[in-house]
């Protein structure tokens, strides 16, 4: 399995044999990467389509398989005993869904406030098949002043992938077309619902 190689500024998690697990059990899968990213200690990567909690399977393994360490934003109900210790572990931030405190406000806080954060948000902001994207992740790119790194899981070619570095412009429109247009004909474990 050819692998990303990662630049010195981006964090790292991990060893030698925690990185051989992910890559055999990937490659036992028949998946492949077609993944780069920025060298940089902070950027958001963007993860979509999230059809299914495969997903979630298959990003612990590429985060193992590549010993890049990653934050990730979740519904703070699965963060209870005794999932949550782990979930932490992974990189998890719990966050209330049903009330509005300012997320996109604490994430940029958090970016201002670490030496290193990678960020991955699916834009979906849930499983099912959904019209338009939540645009979150761009206000905090955008506010904290990190770039965008477009990735996917496509299940049709079995490949981890990502489009190009995307450094926010703050035209929002114009910024979202660049974004999707990485997905066109990403197919995702499920039929779902990317963009508008």
């Known amino acids: ?6 630049g010195d500024a981006v964090p790292r998690r991990g ?5 051989a697990l992910g890559r055999s059990v990937l490659a036992a899968m028949g998946w492949r990467f077609d993944l ?8 958001v990567v963007l993860v979509a389509p999230h059809t299914s909690d ?4 298959i990003v612990v393994l590429t985060i193992a398989a590549l010993g890049i360490r990653t934050s990730w934003m979740g519904k703070h109900a699965l963060f209870r005993w005794p999932f949550g210790v782990v979930l932490r572990w992974l990189g998890g931030i719990p966050i209330d869904r049903r009330a509005s405190h300012g997320v996109v406000e604490t994430m940029v806080d958090w970016f201002g406030r670490r030496e290193q954060l990678v960020l ?3 834009p979906e902001g ?3 098949q959904v019209g338009r994207w939540k645009t979150g992740f761009y206000h905090i790119a955008h506010g904290a002043g990190v ?7 496509d299940y049709a070619r079995k490949v981890i992938g990502s489009g190009a570095t995307l450094h926010p412009c703050g035209d929002l429109a114009a910024d979202l077309l660049t974004l999707r247009s990485v997905y066109d004909g ?7 619902g990317t963009g508008d």
């Not at 399995?1 to 990662?6: A, D, G, N, S, T």
């Not at 770039?147 to 899981?153: D, F, T």
């Open 147 to 153: 770039p965008i790194v477009p990735c996917y899981i």
């Open 120 to 122: 991955g948000i699916a």
């Open 54 to 57: 495969w997903d979630f399977v």
């Open 15 to 19: 060893n030698r044999l925690t990185r």
């Open 186 to 192: 990403i197919r995702g474990k499920h039929r779902s």
């Open 126 to 128: 849930t499983r099912r």
């Open 1 to 6: 399995m050819r692998v990303p190689v990662l």
């Open 36 to 43: 780069a990213f920025p060298d940089s200690a902070k950027f």
